[in-house]
């Protein structure tokens, strides 16, 4: 079992999917924790789901919002994505329900807001979550609701004639709007909407407003919104799950709208979030626009030995003119290669266009001239051998380069 990747010291397994596990992890350096999702490679593009992965990080890399779970970081091994969340500990709104029953209207107004003040917040920035259920409303440990999984999250643009419709059938079959098992696409932030009532009900009456044991009687319901309202709660809060659950989507409650609703302004304050566009920017998540199944090139026995023999006789002969140098560590290459990519970015190197992952030439960006190859190299058993070879340029720069670029991986560096 991997016990480490990058800076992440990986502790108990917290959660377990189809497509992996959430373990806890503590940065080896703060201390700090967090949440790491774990998630394999091959099932992932086998399900065809690859491009729902880009979606969740896409989106979670650039909104910072109260409500919401934050992404930190996204990491990368041959077989394996690595997202560094926020360690959200008070587990999901589902199980408060399940063990707790219903709500009082207080408490349950409470969640909702926060559910809403989330929804809204990516509805303005034209996102919608389309996977919207209690199992991904989290509660921190001072009761704050965080919204997870993304996953099937759909970034639209949005124009002043035509909205952009979805038609991709998503979601958890109990919250799904009645519009989405049609044909003919739906607004992504109104079925959200839908979702968002189904969650009230819940809060309130402790149960879903549509269970049925066979799918086809279930979505049946779901389309002619055939529930019973709660009992025992308020005028105010059955009419305004009734203006929610409203299976057409033209006049169902909008969330400006909701935010007006009586009993939902009660002590309602909304939160500040922050947005930054990411449009066309993937270099926060590089891994996953680059071929990942390359992997380094296994370094054999003769191989070895003629370099690591050349090497020392370089040193002994002339050592100020070294034309290759290295570091040896034993981090995951994938996470060593975003590090050197890193480094070299940071000492004005560029990478060259069409190069393969584990082999990359770099040019600087400023006169005098230098190119500069890196390869990472498996030499055993999670050990890997980092070399850099001068190809172009005096050797003053390019020992200048690969000194800058060693501190800054310094703890990547193995002393064996």
């Not at 497509?19 to 201390?31: M, P």
Request: one cysteine or more; proline letters at 4%.
């Amino acid at each position: 079992m991997i016990k480490r990747v990058g800076n992440y010291a990986l502790g108990k397994t917290l959660g377990e999917g189809s497509y992996g596990k959430v373990r806890l992890a503590e940065h080896t350096e703060t201390g700090e924790q967090f949440a790491i999702k774990i998630l394999d490679k091959v099932k992932i593009k086998q399900d065809n789901l690859i491009e729902n992965l880009r979606q969740e990080i896409h989106i979670m890399k650039h909104i910072r919002h109260p409500n919401i779970v934050k992404l930190y970081e996204v990491l990368s091994s041959h077989s394996k994505i690595y997202l560094v969340l926020e360690l959200v500990t008070g587990g999901e709104l589902f199980m408060k329900i399940r063990e707790n029953g219903p709500m009082p209207e207080e408490e349950a107004r409470y969640y909702f807001q926060q559910i809403i003040s989330a929804i809204s917040f990516c509805e303005t920035h034209n996102i919608a979550h389309r996977d919207l259920k209690l199992e991904n409303v989290l509660l921190d440990s001072e009761g704050t609701v965080k919204i997870s999984d993304f996953g099937l999250s759909g970034l639209f643009k949005f124009d002043s004639v035509n909205i952009g419709l979805m038609h991709t059938t998503c979601g958890t079959v109990n919250y799904l709007a009645p519009e989405v098992f049609g044909n003919q696409g739906y607004d992504g932030n109104c079925a959200d909407m839908w979702s968002c009532g189904v969650i009230l009900y819940a809060l309130l009456s402790g149960t879903l407003p549509f269970e049925e044991e066979s799918i086809s009687k279930l979505i049946e319901k779901i389309v002619s919104a055939d529930y019973e309202m709660p009992e025992n709660i308020s005028s105010s809060a059955r009419e305004l799950i009734s203006s929610i659950l409203n299976p057409d989507p033209r006049s169902r409650l909008s969330i400006r709208k909701l935010k007006r609703h009586p009993w939902f302004v009660v002590n309602y304050e909304e939160p500040e979030g922050i947005f930054e566009d990411p449009e066309h920017n993937h270099e926060d998540m590089p891994e996953l626009y680059r071929q990942t199944s390359e992997v380094p090139r296994v370094m054999n026995a003769f191989e070895m030995l003629n370099y690591f023999a050349g090497s020392a006789m370089n040193k002994l002969f002339d050592p100020e003119e070294s034309e290759q140098t290295h570091f040896i560590t034993n981090a995951d290459p994938a996470v060593t290669e975003r590090a050197v990519r890193k480094a070299m970015k940071n000492a004005s190197m560029k990478p060259r266009k069409g190069e393969k992952v584990y082999k990359v030439i770099y040019d600087s960006k400023d006169s005098p001239s230098l190119a500069i190859e890196v390869e990472i190299l498996e030499i055993l058993q999670d050990k890997y051998l980092v070399i850099f070879t001068r190809q172009i340029g005096g050797i003053a720069s390019f020992k200048r380069i690969f000194h800058a670029v060693l501190e800054e991986l310094s703890s990547f560096i193995s002393n064996s």
